[in-house]
């Protein structure tokens, strides 16, 4: 993210990409530190959107849908999106998205467990290679870039709902009940919907609808 923020200074283009083998300081969300172990894709892309300012925190799940779909298409596995930024495959993480905005650039970043070791990992994360398929890392980035990169010209043309439709059956916890930490604010509900500026919709007991523009969720038992 850092080596993408400092080519964007520099003027590099639209489309940039950075790849790593593995990272010493990788991070995700909130400045939490995100394991790099060797063997997982490590992707950061440069873009240059001119969308209004409030639609920016939306690409977080264009990147998002656009790795779900890479993952279903190089193996057949079914992974969901986990509002808002993270990738799920059988009740555990397998990927995170994280986007940072600095003078009119948006660096995507993207952290997948390909080829990682399940012992590498933590309890709740898993990878391609802990689910029993094998993905070349290469042509894994390649597809990915690929369909970030059409999926993010769509978001640019159209807006946000082409990005809705077809997310929408991908979304991981909808119709659950759930716990959301927002800041200061804590709430229980169940997951309604995404709504068209890709907020999460939560209906309280009391039949009250809530949209939430980022927090952390969690699954209640």
Known sequence: MDVAHDFAAQGAPEGTLILAERQTKGRGRLGRAWASPPGGLYASIIVRPTRPPADIPQLALVAGLALAESVQEATTLHPSVRWPNDLWLEGKKLAGVLTESRNGAVVIGLGVNVLTDPKDLPETATSL?????????????????????????????????????????????????????????????????????????????AGTLHTLEAGEVTRLE
């Open 129 to 205: 290679k802990a689910a029993g398929t094998r993905v070349d890392l290469g042509d894994l980035a390649a597809a990915l870039y690929l369909r970030l990169l059409s999926w993010y010209d769509v978001w640019q043309r159209r807006g946000f709902a082409p990005v809705r439709s077809a997310l929408r059956p991908r979304l991981a916890l909808l119709g659950e009940v759930v716990h959301i930490t927002a800041g200061s604010d804590r709430l229980e509900g169940t997951a309604q919907d995404l709504d068209e500026q890709g907020r999460l919709v939560i209906r309280r007991d």
